[in-house]
DNA sequence: CTAGGGTTAG
């Protein structure tokens, strides 16, 4: 009788550990857990699988291990999912050799990954820009007769289109759908997403209408995405319109839609209008993550106003959040467009000093800054020291030095960057030509144009 | 109990 009343008595404080873990609530799951222990509710591999789920999203993955060495210590034996949730600590911060480890240590002690130890063991693949690797994964799962879930053709789909291989994303979902697989509403929602981001809008918006012609309903998700893509081609009002009905059908609990709005208003210079969307979440009690502080500091760095930014990185700092690479990038701007360039450099030393993974439009930034300000043989100098460059580092110079009217500089870079295989602007090619042969220099004019033509005929 | 939406540069 007493064992019985026990269990179920966990499988309460599980439910409740569960909703604290949700809500980042970790100190609160304990205490918890601690009153059950002394009135005799024991802990199970459920309470403690939820709280490494949870530690290793909101603390990091070796607060997660931390929680597998307190079971084992409790006498609670990791089963699957055990590992699974630390396999996905890991490839939330892309730490692929402690999935490998993770996985073998599973082996080791006769505990069978499932089909979630495979998806997410493709996942991290894909994050790390490693399409084959997670392909080859997909094709293990086969091999080994395990039997697919939904989310494996998500992570597939999501996966292609993240690496550059939209048009195969394609392929596999109707050929899944052939199969009789019947896509899922995140399926929609991934292959939308991935469309729109390959700037593929118009074949995103006939998903969308697949979306609801075969018996969805389109959420939250669905609707930032496809207000993101609006915003994208240029088509404001539609994109707004999208906000309004969103609102009006009480999508809008969180701050993601009104920072995917106010973005585009920072974009487009409508100041104002940002500082309206973004006090409205501030000022309405809304639970604000780093990429919402992001949005904020970002309103104030394009002002001009870095002391209030600053501000607003202190605050999100006192609530345990964490600046990214994001946060670091929008200082830097801010700070290059007010000339202060000294302490825009610290803040890229403190970006490569923590690894972030890449701080190419960090650089590219501070280099337009550079640029902006005149100080061009700072930024030629910064230039050369990049080991990593694509087109916007170049645009940026060859266009700053036309303006210049350092036009064979601008030429080397120039060819340069064709030769790379990167696209610039018609414009800044434009300026180049026209700049060498109005300043005599018309036979390195017509090489110039010769080389654009060529790299043409091979490109396509 | 894990995939999917929002933030950076020309």
């Known amino acids: 009788m007493w064992s019985i009343k026990g269990r179920l008595s966990t499988r309460l404080m599980n439910i409740c550990v569960a909703s604290l873990c949700k809500a980042k609530q970790l100190e609160k799951a304990e205490v918890v857990i601690v009153d059950g222990i002394r009135i005799g509710v024991q802990p199970d591999v459920v309470t403690y699988n939820t709280l490494i789920t949870a530690y290793c999203r909101f603390v990091g993955i070796d607060a997660g291990y931390s929680i597998l060495y307190r079971m084992k210590e409790a006498g609670i034996y990791p089963d699957t999912i055990t590992y699974n949730s630390l396999i996905a600590g890991a490839t939330r911060y892309c730490m692929l050799s402690r999935c490998f480890d993770l996985l073998e240590e599973m082996l080791e002690m006769s505990i069978l990954p499932d089909i979630w130890s495979y998806n997410t063991l493709m996942h991290c693949f894909f994050k790390l820009r490693k399409p ?76 969308l209408n697949e979306l609801v012609e075969s018996g969805h309903i389109p959420n939250a998700i669905t609707y930032t995405t496809v207000m993101k893509c609006c915003f994208r081609c240029r088509q404001f009002e539609e994109g707004l319109k999208i906000f309004a009905e969103m609102r009006r059908k009480g999508y809008t609990y969180d701050a993601f839609a ?31 993550d780093i990429v919402s502080f992001n949005t904020i500091v970002n309103l104030y760095c394009k002002e001009g106003q870095l002391d209030i930014a600053y501000k607003m990185l202190h605050e999100a700092e006192k609530k345990g959040l964490e600046s990214d690479k994001y946060t670091h990038t929008i200082f830097i701007d801010g700070l290059c467009r007010t000339g202060n360039f000294k302490e825009a450099q610290q803040h890229l030393d403190y970006m490569s000093m923590m690894g972030f993974d890449s701080n190419l439009v960090a650089l590219n930034s501070f280099i337009n800054g550079l640029c902006k300000a005149g100080h061009l043989d700072h930024a030629l100098r910064m230039f050369e020291s990049m080991d990593a460059k694509d087109s916007i580092t170049y645009s940026t110079m060859v266009h700053s030095l036309c303006n210049a009217r350092r036009f064979r500089a601008a030429s080397k870079l120039l060819l340069s960057c064709i030769r790379g295989g990167m696209r610039i602007l018609k414009s800044d090619k434009r300026g180049v030509i026209d700049g060498l042969r109005g300043s005599g220099y018309s036979q390195e004019a017509r090489k110039v144009q010769s080389k654009i033509r060529l790299a043409k005929i091979l490109h396509d």
């Not at 494996?152 to 759908?177: D, H, P, Q, V, W």
């Open 258 to 288: 009104y920072c995917t709005v106010a973005s585009m208003l920072l974009k487009t210079g409508k100041m104002n209008e940002a500082n309206e969307y973004l006090g409205y979440i501030i000022t309405n009690g809304f639970d604000l």
């Open 132 to 207: 084959d690797e997670a392909y080859r994964v997909f094709q293990d799962i086969l091999l080994k007769d395990i039997s697919v879930h939904p989310a494996t053709f998500n992570i597939l789909i999501n996966g292609l289109c993240m690496n550059g291989y939209t048009e195969n994303a394609l392929m596999l979902f109707r050929s899944i759908k052939r199969h009789g697989f019947i896509p899922q509403l995140a399926t929609y929602n991934i292959l939308i997403h991935g469309l729109c981001k390959s700037g593929r809008g118009k074949t995103a918006r006939e998903f």
